[in-house]
């Protein structure tokens, strides 16, 4: 397990703009809107997230809190979450980096990867096994309301197929939880990442459906078909439409191939946007103004 002195150091010698030249070795295993997962220090049994939000340390505690609820929800509701921990260090500019310590699970094993592996077969019997797990949220939901209730994105490369049989899901570091009715995360967290100048824009127009999709059971199905598309796999669309319509007959309005289809173009339009928004906001800051840019960036996404 990371210590924490081993990730203040990192912390400290950590360029954002190239992390993997930092002082102590990191590989980056993948990319969130507010966070990015890296290995650091060799250590191949811990994904680290890395999330440069907090003003100061007891706000990185509350959001802590949070998360730990978030996830003791999710098992309860009989998902497979990972085993975690969180630590904070301090970083530049006295602000507070929470990182959320996740066991690292097998590359190969991850869904968005298995599509293009597996069979068809495989993959009939994949798709149910995520629908069954999704459905677990909203059972829980059902059986917890108003007091509780839970958001979730299914999208694929959240989901991973054990050898063992088991589907784990690994993508609880923004811990969106309802509690009679109330938002428990402070939406502001979620625009640290935005640009700066475009945060005033994106928390009237765009806020509020970040905060909400991942509640609805119909918009999480379609983004997780959606997926498809932004992982080259056409193909499976039709198939699991069907799959995801039959399984939830009884508890929602039937997928719609062209409805999926618009909303990808759309979510496929801003998030390239986003990121190359991002990308300017990341220049001015670090070539005009000499600041420094605390996320880090993917390069170019295939979409």
């Keep these: ?45 811990i994904a680290a997230k890395r999330m440069p939000l907090f003003a100061n340390t007891s706000a990185a505690e509350k959001y802590a809190a949070a998360y730990k609820k ?14 975690d921990s969180t630590k904070i260090v301090k970083g530049h500019g006295d602000i507070a980096v929470l990182y959320i310590l996740q066991k690292q699970l097998p590359p190969s ?19 149910q096994r995520i629908v069954e797990e999704i459905e677990k949220v909203w059972n829980y ?10 958001a979730i994105d299914g999208q694929l490369s959240n989901w991973v197929l054990l050898e063992s049989g088991e589907m784990a899901y690994i993508d ?3 811990p969106l939880m309802l509690e ?24 009237w127009q765009f806020l509020d459906d970040v905060m909400t999709r991942y509640y609805d059971r119909r918009l999480v199905y379609t983004d997780l ?8 796999c056409p193909d499976l669309v039709n198939s699991w439409i069907k799959t995801i319509n039959t399984s939830t007959t009884d508890k929602m309005d039937a997928l719609d191939k062209q409805e999926i289809e618009a909303y990808y173009r759309e979510d496929k339009f801003i998030w390239k946007l986003f990121l190359g928004l991002r990308r300017f906001d990341r220049l001015i800051k670090n ?16 979409r």
């Design 109 to 127: 094993r991850f869904c968005h990867k298995l599509i293009h592996t597996q069979d068809a077969e495989f993959l009939k019997i994949m798709i």
């Design 70 to 83: 978030y996830c003791e929800r999710l098992r309860t509701a009989g998902l497979f979450v990972p085993e």
């Design 1 to 45: 397990m990371l210590d924490l002195a081993t990730l203040q150091q990192f912390e400290k010698g950590l360029n954002p703009r190239d992390p993997i030249s930092s002082i102590i070795p990191c590989e980056i295993l993948g990319y969130g809107e507010i966070s990015c997962v890296l290995q650091i220090n060799n250590d191949s049994k």
């Design 141 to 150: 939901n059902s059986e917890n309301d108003p007091e509780i209730r839970l």
């Design 225 to 232: 078909i959606a997926n498809l598309y932004k992982e080259q």
């Design 287 to 302: 070539k005009f103004l000499g600041q420094r840019y605390e996320f880090v960036l993917p390069g170019k996404i295939k």
């Design 172 to 174: 609880t570091s923004t």
């Design 180 to 203: 009679n009715g109330v938002e428990t995360l402070d939406p502001e967290l979620l625009l640290q990442s935005a640009p700066s100048f475009l945060r005033w824009l994106i928390r």
